[in-house]
């Protein structure tokens, strides 16, 4: 069964609307998680690691005002993209991994396109 | 830093033929992954390999952590139409267990 939800599945919005995207970890407490974005044709880009009760981590050159993590629970991290714009239309996935180790287990990602 | 070289890019293949494709870096791994991604969908684990020498399987794929630890391959025997799709290495490295870098991918498409 599905170890990680993500939700929605597709958003498309206006410029300037801020989107939240959900991501669940079902089988177990996620003290981390992870999104990524993923640009057509290639792979995965780790954008931020989310710490339950903690601030997120980001990578170089993702803006943390841009896009807001929270991580409230064990099993609930969110991603808000603030006042998106078209140049942010992409798809999201987050994963979760047990206790931090590997593997991590991806949700069914997040397709966002903003007009 | 470290990095993933992933071949081949893409695969022309007839249905029921054998399918190979690997990674490699040059520096060590701890472990290997092995990801499928289709259209619209997140990456799904296929095998995870922890061991130098491991060779693992799952039905149809076969996946092994190379001796080296610099490497992993995965074979795809008697392919079906649902094993289009891409194909993503990935490991974590080797000064954090919890993140993963990925290799660029391989897409395999069958001939009808």
């Known amino acids: 069964g599905a170890v990680v939800s993500q939700h929605p599945s597709r958003v498309i919005c206006k410029s300037g609307t801020s989107v939240k995207i959900e991501c669940r970890s079902l089988?177990?407490?996620?003290?981390?998680m992870f999104w990524y974005r993923q640009f057509p044709k290639q792979s995965l880009m780790l954008m931020a690691t989310s710490n339950e009760g903690s601030k997120a981590t980001y990578e170089q050159g993702v803006e943390k005002d841009k896009f807001l993590i929270n991580h409230a629970s064990l099993t609930l991290s969110t991603l808000t993209v603030t006042s998106a714009h078209p140049e942010d239309s992409s798809f999201y996935i987050c994963?979760?991994?047990?206790?931090?180790?590997?593997?991590?287990?991806f949700g069914d990602g997040t397709r966002l396109s903003i007009l | 830093g470290q990095q993933l070289n992933q071949s081949p890019q893409s695969m022309f293949i007839q249905e029921g033929e054998d399918v190979s494709m690997n990674c490699t870096s040059s520096?060590?791994?701890?472990?290997w992954l092995w990801y499928k991604q289709d259209p619209g969908e997140g990456p799904v684990l296929l095998i995870a390999l922890y061991k130098a020498g491991e060779l693992t399987s799952n039905g149809r794929l076969t996946a092994q952590f190379g001796i080296t630890r610099k490497d992993s391959f995965l074979n795809i025997s008697a392919s079906i139409p649902s094993d289009v799709g891409i194909y993503f290495c990935?490991?974590?490295?080797?000064?954090?267990?919890?993140?993963?870098?990925w290799g660029a991918g391989t897409k395999l498409i069958i001939k009808p």
């Open positions: 994963s979760v991994s047990d206790r931090g180790n590997q593997p991590q287990h």
């Open positions: 520096s060590i791994f701890n472990t």
């Open positions: 089988d177990f407490q996620a003290t981390t």
């Open positions: 990935a490991g974590p490295p080797m000064d954090s267990n919890y993140q993963l870098i």
